[in-house]
């Protein structure tokens, strides 16, 4: 069993800054990709950000050139560095994982809040 335990949620101010982390435990085979995803009440959940083992990143629109993700291969923790926060980025964020077989997993989510 893989478990991933997000971080760092919490309430912030928009405009702010918030600093998500993510923790690979268990039966761990090599990651290939691990990222970032959120969801809103009433919304898909959506990519924030992902980052592959060989150092490829693929962010949202959205929050290019405002959130930053980085990971620690060697810890299989992975980290999303989030400025300029807005409103409407308010959701719960997801840690993902995909290993060399395929296998998906997710973390159980962190709340962030971002008021206006």
């Known amino acids: 069993q893989v478990q991933l335990v997000e971080s760092g949620g919490g309430l912030v101010q928009a405009g702010g800054s918030l600093r998500l982390s993510c923790a690979a435990s268990?039966?761990?085979?090599?990651?290939?990709?691990m990222g970032w995803y959120r969801q809103a009440p009433g919304k898909q959940r959506e990519l924030v950000a992902a980052?592959?083992?060989?150092?490829?990143?693929n962010y949202a629109d959205s929050v290019k050139g405002r959130f930053t993700i980085s990971r620690d291969n060697a810890k299989n923790t992975v980290s999303l560095q989030m400025n300029s926060l807005k409103a409407e980025e308010s959701a719960v964020y997801y840690c993902n994982a995909r290993d060399s077989r395929g296998m998906v997993y997710w973390g159980k989510g962190t709340l962030v809040t971002v008021s206006s």
């Open positions: 980052l592959t083992s060989g150092g490829v990143t």
């Open positions: 268990g039966n761990i085979f090599k990651f290939n990709a």
